[in-house]
Each structure stands twice: as structure tokens, then as C-alpha cells.
């Protein structure tokens, strides 16, 4: 097959390429940092003419196009996998709202379950000689959104890095009917974040305390789990591991500094394996062409049973608050999605299937309202409103400055007792109370 041929048959401007989305359609726009640009700003030009175009997305790192419109609400709706700030302002505008399901299943999902798709479209690297796009650091679900669209256009990045991997990091250019030349725009970049707080090192610490040698890391994104990274980092681990929902900055710090084998790994062993990237150029440029990193599909990623061949996998995630009874929200400010229910659940109960295995949910004990008031993370019962992201049966361990506690197994008494002991000290007395009222506090247990 002449690809180059085939290539330029296909080729086409970016407002031909628009010209396929109709009122009522369900449009893909990809991933993170694959969404698309170029393609974006042609079908903001014409989305004044359309209704009801409903877009599935997520991770979002810039506004898109579409966005900007007037009265978007009018026009479209937005379908997030897991949201972003730019995602979260589309709920408060009226044109937003949130997808809830285990991250793990979206390839399944599209595979079995998605009854209309009529568009795809994202950014790619260039076409290789063998005929392939490859999806950047965002193999995760998009070739299953491939195999469900009737139309599927690539818009290629000169920039895009190739995300090098074993299956569905790549698209072949005769699963493609529209090709459209970017504007070839640098990665979008995430930062890490600001200076680790002492609360994020304490957290860090008892932490990484726990990790042998020969561990597989998998973290999440946050203050939180960069410090573990940076503290590893000073540590005298080594031969440590990586399978992970989301690669970050802090992984490639980690590796640079000799701490990455992937040598005991039981699966995919010297391998770092990830379903999707983001972070600085510091990432883009080590995830390029490096075969030591493998980008894979979030069905294999996040598996509790892919995870759980991995011995000593250690699992480091963020919470937003816990209950006493040790139900965790990960991603809901009451009503108000912050968030994504992601691959938390599923590492928290694959590392807990891991011969060795730990999943650690960190948060700081208390937090300032914008009063300026001190609120506790630790509460009697979750707000009203917000939702249970890892239920009280699957926590494992659960970690503030003030100390670490398993959880797994307790009885409800025993529970609110482990809880309290790593509470904010200023509202231990009250939750004693608040347990003592819903009848999970014992007159024997320590105060």
C-alpha cells in the first residue's frame, strides 16, 4: 500500500473536515492533551448554525474554541470523563456535565455500550512509514473511540511526542478518513504544582517509610503525591517499578535519578507502563520514543487484575474528605464535581490484591474555608451531596500528618477510633462525640 498516497487522498482543510458534524451528532474530542486545535477553531465558526451537538472529552488543559461562542448552552453540550477547571466552569455555565464510571471501563464501554457516535476528532503525531498515528501520551481509550466512530478525523502535531507501547497507542491510516495539517502548537503543559507544604512532607514521609525495594509505584496527581515522588527521589530505594493510570513529572524525576528498573516486575518487567501523560516538556521529551515506557489502553492500566500480578504494588492517591464510617470522596465538593471518579477504586483494590501490596489515601487532616475558618477532613458523615468514591469495604490505608492508619477490616467502633487518632487535634473531641451519637464509638476506646 502507497501510504503517502493514501495520505495526501485524505488529506484536507480543517474546515472540510468540520463540514461532517450535524445538528444532534455525538462528537469525540479525544483526550487531554490530544484534544484537538486546529480542528477546534473550525467548528467554533460554524457552531452557530448547529443545535444540540452533544462532545464527550475530558482532562481538558486549555478552553476550546467551542467554548468561547456566544450562548454555548444553546448549541452544545459538554460530556466530561473526568473534569478539569476549564470543565468544571461548563457545569456552572449550564453546558457541562460529568460522565461517572470507573475509568478502567471506557474502552468496554465504547466497545459494547456506546449506542451513537458519529465523529472523532484529535490530535495525533505524524504518520510513520508503517502508516501510523501515533495518540501522544494518551493511548488510554482512544482507539476503542476509533473502532465506534462513523467519521474519524486526525489533526497531526508536529510536537506531539511518540508515546512508544505493545497495542492501541497508534491508529492506522486506513482507520482514518479525514487528515488535517495542525497548527503544530507546543504540548499543553501541567505544572506540578507549588513548594510541598509541611503538611505534604509529613504526609510524604510516613509514607514512603512503607515502600521496599523492587516496589511498583502508581501515583496520583497532586501536592501530595509529588512529594512522595521528590522524596524517593533522596531516598536510597532502587529497583522500583511503574504501572500507572497517569504519568507525571515526578516519574521522570525518579527515573533520572536511578531509582527506575522495572527489574522485579512480574509483567511488563523494565517497563514503566501508563495510560495517559501530562505534565512539562520535561515529560513530553522523556515519554518520546523512550522504550523503557510503554503506553497502553486503561482497560490493561487500570485492572485490578493486571494490577495484581505486580507484587509490592504500592498505590498513592489524594482524597478530598473520609467519613468516620471510612467512606472516601475523591472528587465532589458536596454537589459540586471537582473531579473524576478516574482509577482510584481500581488501584485501591488492586494493590490490596498485590502480594505486598498497599494503597495509601492522603489528604491534609483540616483545610481553610473562605472564611478563614479551619474545617476538618475527617467529618461524622460526608456532606450532603457528595459522592463515595472508594466505599469503607476497599479502603486500605489512610494517611494525614498526623499519622497513618489501616483501615481494612475494622469494625465500625474500631474504625472511628483509627480515624480520630489522625484527625486535626482541634476537632478530635467533637468527632468523639459526633461517633459516640451514631453509635460507633465504645466506652473503652482511646480518647
Known amino acids: 500500500m502507497d501510504y503517502a498516497a493514501l495520505y495526501q487522498k ?5 474546515d472540510q473536515a468540520v463540514k461532517t458534524v450535524k445538528s444532534g451528532d455525538w462528537v469525540d474530542y479525544g483526550w487531554c492533551t490530544n484534544t484537538p486545535i486546529t480542528l477546534d477553531k473550525a467548528l467554533a465558526a460554524r457552531m452557530g448554525e448547529l443545535e444540540n451537538v452533544h462532545f464527550r472529552g475530558g482532562v481538558l488543559m486549555w478552553k476550546p474554541a467551542i467554548f468561547e461562542i456566544e450562548n454555548p448552552a444553546a448549541h452544545l453540550t459538554w460530556n466530561s470523563w473526568h473534569m478539569s477547571g476549564i470543565e468544571r466552569k461548563t457545569c456552572a455555565d449550564g453546558f457541562g456535565f460529568y460522565n461517572a464510571l470507573r475509568y478502567s471501563e471506557l474502552p ?7 449506542c451513537h457516535l458519529n465523529v472523532a476528532m484529535f490530535q495525533v503525531a505524524p504518520m510513520d512509514a508503517h502508516g501510523y498515528f501515533n495518540f501522544g501520551p494518551n493511548a488510554s481509550h482512544m482507539k476503542a473511540v476509533c473502532e465506534c466512530a462513523d467519521v474519524v478525523i486526525v489533526e497531526i502535531n508536529n510536537n506531539m511526542p511518540i508515546c512508544l507501547g505493545g497495542f492501541e497507542e497508534s491508529l492506522h491510516i486506513s482507520d482514518v478518513d479525514m487528515i488535517v495539517q495542525g497548527d503544530n502548537p507546543p504540548i499543553a503543559q501541567m505544572g506540578a504544582g507549588g513548594a510541598p507544604t509541611d503538611v505534604d512532607r509529613a504526609v510524604a514521609q ?17 501536592g501530595m503525591p509529588n512529594t512522595v515522588g521528590s522524596m524517593i527521589v533522596e531516598s536510597d530505594l532502587k529497583d522500583l517499578g511503574v504501572h500507572t493510570e497517569m504519568y507525571v513529572d515526578a516519574f521522570v524525576d525518579i527515573a533520572k535519578a536511578g531509582k527506575i528498573t522495572g527489574a522485579q516486575k512480574s509483567i511488563d518487567k523494565g517497563r514503566q507502563v501508563y495510560a495517559f501523560g501530562a505534565g512539562t516538556k520535561k515529560l513530553y521529551d522523556y515519554l518520546d520514543n523512550n522504550p523503557q515506557c510503554m503506553s497502553a489502553p486503561v482497560s490493561y492500566t487500570n485492572d485490578a487484575r493486571t494490577i495484581a500480578q505486580i507484587d509490592n504494588f504500592i498505590s498513592i492517591n489524594n482524597a478530598v474528605d473520609i467519613d468516620l464510617f471510612g467512606q472516601v470522596n475523591a472528587e465532589t465538593a458536596g454537589v459540586k464535581q471537582i473531579s473524576g471518579a478516574g482509577g482510584q477504586l481500581d488501584f485501591v ?8 501490596g498497599k494503597s495509601f489515601i492522603c489528604c491534609s487532616s483540616a483545610f481553610k474555608q473562605k472564611d478563614g475558618t479551619l474545617a476538618s477532613r475527617i467529618r461524622p458523615t460526608l456532606t450532603e451531596g457528595s459522592v463515595v468514591t472508594d466505599t ?37 473531641d467533637q468527632l468523639i462525640a459526633d461517633a459516640e451519637k451514631m453509635n460507633i464509638w465504645k466506652r473503652s476506646n482511646k480518647r
Do not use: M
Request: with cysteine; aromatic share 10%.
Open 392 to 428: 469503607r469495604a476497599n479502603v486500605h490505608w489512610f494517611v494525614t500528618e498526623y499519622g497513618k492508619v489501616c483501615l481494612k477490616g475494622l469494625s465500625s467502633w474500631q474504625r472511628a477510633e483509627a480515624l480520630i487518632s489522625v484527625a486535626h487535634p482541634d476537632f478530635r
Open 108 to 114: 468496554r464501554w465504547y466497545r459494547e455500550n456506546i
Open 206 to 222: 510516613l509514607i514512603v517509610e512503607e515502600i521496599p525495594n523492587g516496589a511498583c509505584l502508581q501515583l496520583g496527581i497532586g
Open 349 to 356: 483494590v488492586g494493590a490490596y490484591l498485590s502480594k505486598g
Open 10 to 14: 485524505k488529506l484536507v482543510t480543517a
